[in-house]
């Protein structure tokens, strides 16, 4: 029994050393915590970008819907010839499909606010900048948090298809 215990301990340490899972992991992590910070970046933007242009709203978002109704392997593909095979695609159609949930939840965040706060924020005198950073943001934090949670969600089922 302890035999084949330690056969399998060394076939294991084997197969991670001849594998380099080591360096696979840590490649695996690095795209992931890229493709989510420049997920999150370019989501919250376009978020912020499409409650200051209400007309805009629905063509951006629209246009995001696309981006994710195309399959991931598809996705993968199509920027195959753009970037390259390694990480460069993959990191991007990771960004692609993540960004959707942050740009609709921050948007959707930004708008629901109760118009109570506004008004107490517009009475003490701040301007619509300082409306949108000191009062709308903050109290959008919650939903905006939950479309990060789903883009964690994507970004890790892309890296690891593209991985």
């Known amino acids: 029994m302890i035999e084949s215990v330690n056969e399998l301990i060394s076939e294991i340490i084997r197969v991670w050393n001849t594998q380099l899972l080591s360096l696979r992991t840590l ?9 989510l910070f420049f997920s999150i970046l370019i989501g919250v933007l376009i978020g912020i970008f499409a409650y200051r242009n209400k007309k805009l709203a629905d063509p951006v978002l629209n246009g995001l819907n696309v981006v994710e109704t195309v ?4 996705l993968l593909v ?3 010839p753009m970037f390259g095979i390694g990480t ?6 990771s960004i692609l499909y993540s960004i959707l949930p942050i740009a ?3 948007y959707t965040g930004l708008s ?3 118009r109570e706060y506004i008004e107490v924020a517009e009475a003490l005198g701040l301007t619509s900048r ?3 950073l000191k009062v709308r943001f903050p109290l959008s934090l919650p939903l905006i948090a939950g479309g990060i949670r789903i ?3 994507f970004t890790m089922g892309v890296v690891t298809l593209g991985g």
């Open 27 to 35: 490649e695996h992590l690095y795209m992931f915590l890229v493709a």
């Open 71 to 74: 399959p991931d392997v598809a």
């Open 78 to 80: 199509l920027l195959l």
């Open 88 to 93: 460069k695609p993959t990191i991007v159609a």
């Open 104 to 106: 609709r939840n921050t």
């Open 112 to 114: 629901n606010v109760p």
């Open 130 to 132: 300082e409306v949108l």
């Open 151 to 153: 883009a964690v969600v």
